[in-house]
């Protein structure tokens, strides 16, 4: 059973971290070639579980067919099958629609007329005017 890739990644830092500290410190301080080599082995260990793991998180990121990652949904995704292909069939259908659309030219404007048409309304009335329709219903 392989390990997941959490694990792998910790493993991987613990192992570089041990191992080159044993190299670096103890190895090396009291010029011992057996702890030396030890160490060195255990830090190429830990940097070859660290690409691993590395390698298998990019592994899992790829989709099956690019541009379609509706239609190959990864796991946790809260569209079925038949809703993910019905969204691509949509999706592509705007898609050919908006590339039909930059093709054609747009129909130009009808140009806006030099000045604005007549007035035809009559002009609202005064405020006094207004003012002496509201009072009688006020004293009722």
């Not at 259908?93 to 039909?100: G, T």
Request: glycine fraction near 8%; include cysteine; hydrophobic fraction near 40%.
């Amino acid at each position: 059973m392989p390990l997941p890739r959490g694990v792998l990644l910790c493993l991987g830092i613990v192992l570089m971290t041990a191992g080159g500290g044993m190299a670096l410190g103890v190895g090396l301080a009291q010029q011992s070639a057996p702890l030396f080599a030890l160490g060195l082995f255990l830090a190429m260990g830990g940097v070859a579980l660290l690409v691993s793991a590395i390698c298998m998180a990019m592994k899992n990121l790829q989709v099956a067919v690019p541009g379609h990652s509706l239609l190959h949904p990864r796991t946790g995704t809260p569209f079925s099958p038949q809703q993910a292909v019905a969204m691509q069939r949509r999706l592509d259908r705007i898609r050919r629609e908006m590339s039909e659309d930059s093709v054609r030219s747009p129909e130009p404007e009808p140009p806006l007329p030099s000045t604005p048409p007549p007035w035809t309304m009559e002009p609202p009335p005064s405020y006094d005017t207004v003012m002496k329709s509201q009072e009688p219903r006020e004293r009722l």
